[in-house]
């Protein structure tokens, strides 16, 4: 499997002294505020120097820091897996307003991950780049966003299924 994998030299198991620079943006755009919506986003972080195992990049689940404060999204990935010292994830959602509040999104996301010499390589997959695909439906209610996926990755090579019930906090 080409999953992005981390080199373990850098963990601490007794000093930790590190760095990480992260950042995270997302855009939506809706067209003369029609029923469809693209919402591209972001997420990046690099760690510099030893750090302890729970200071590690995690990807995984659909929300961001769900499990672990620095944890970044990647649909089709269920459990947060620990990826290397420098990850980036890209993910675009489209969203379509059918009618009312029933809403149904197409999901993708690329994630790269590795050292910082490798990451802007020129070679299109040195470390064996991923993606994951998921399908959405949601409605709004009184208890806020009820909503199913059903999603899929190259990391894991299996089909999910995730279910929302309410805000996420």
């Known amino acids: 499997s080409d999953a992005p994998v981390s080199d373990w030299s ?4 007794a000093n930790s002294l590190y760095a990480d620079v992260s950042c995270h943006a997302q ?3 809706s067209p003369w505020n029609g029923p469809v919506t693209l919402e591209p986003q972001i997420y990046c972080r690099m760690l510099l120097g030893d750090y302890y195992i729970s200071q590690a990049n ?3 689940n659909d929300y961001a820091g769900r499990y672990m404060s620095q944890q970044i999204p990647f ?3 269920d459990d947060p897996m620990i990826v290397s010292d420098n ?4 993910r675009c959602d489209l969203r379509w307003n059918v009618k009312g509040n029933h809403y149904v999104s197409a999901i993708a996301n690329y994630i790269r991950s590795n050292s910082l010499n490798d990451f ?3 070679n299109p997959n040195p470390f064996g780049g991923s993606w994951g695909f998921a399908l959405q439906y949601a409605i709004k209610s009184p208890v806020g966003p009820i909503s199913l996926d059903v999603h ?15 805000y996420v906090f």
Do not use: E, M, R
């Not at 990850?87 to 890209?90: F, H, P, R, S, Y």
């Not at 899929?152 to 309410?166: A, C, H, M, P, R």
């Open 10 to 13: 850098h963990v601490s198991y």
């Open 27 to 29: 855009w939506d755009f």
């Open 58 to 60: 995690y990807v995984g």
């Open 75 to 77: 649909v089709g990935v």
């Open 87 to 90: 990850v980036a994830v890209l």
């Open 120 to 122: 802007f390589s020129t």
């Open 152 to 166: 899929w990755s190259d990391i894991t090579y299996k089909v999910g299924v995730y279910f929302n019930l309410g």
